[in-house]
């Protein structure tokens, strides 16, 4: 049974950072593409960054680029999202996600092609 477990949330002030972790169990990251999703209180899921399944192309949703970076280490089967510059805005639940098929997906933006999600970790951001 693959598993994901994020750790690394926390409260952070304006302008701090944060690096959380999302840890597999089951099956190897290498191979897969994955994904950070994150949500707000009162707000649907959205996209916030994600890694293609050979680890060279990433991606960013607009708010976070140059600032949030994805990285992936396969030896550990775990995959990061340092977090920098955080702002109020970045308050929210942040979830890695990991789709069963191996290779590329469709689009990494889009929640459908990921089947496994973890719990999530909460990121709060004082300003």
């Known amino acids: 049974q693959v598993q994901l477990v994020e750790s690394g949330g926390g409260l952070v002030q304006a302008g701090g950072s944060l690096r959380l972790s999302c840890a597999a169990s089951?099956?190897?990251?290498?191979?897969?593409?994955v994904g950070w999703f994150r949500q707000a209180p009162g707000k649907e899921r959205e996209f916030v960054a994600a890694?293609?399944?050979?680890?060279?192309?990433?991606d960013y949703t607009d708010s976070v680029k140059g600032r949030f970076t994805i990285s992936r280490d396969n030896a550990k089967n775990t995959v990061y999202l340092q977090m920098n510059k955080l702002k109020p805005e970045d308050t929210a639940v942040y979830s890695c996600?990991?789709?069963?098929?191996?290779?590329?997906?469709?689009?990494?933006?889009?929640?459908?092609?990921?089947?496994?999600w973890g719990q999530g970790t909460q990121v709060t951001v004082s300003s």
């Open positions: 996600a990991a789709p069963k098929r191996a290779g590329a997906i469709a689009t990494m933006r889009n929640e459908d092609p990921y089947d496994y």
């Open positions: 089951g099956r190897t990251f290498s191979g897969y593409a």
């Open positions: 890694m293609d399944w050979t680890g060279w192309i990433t």
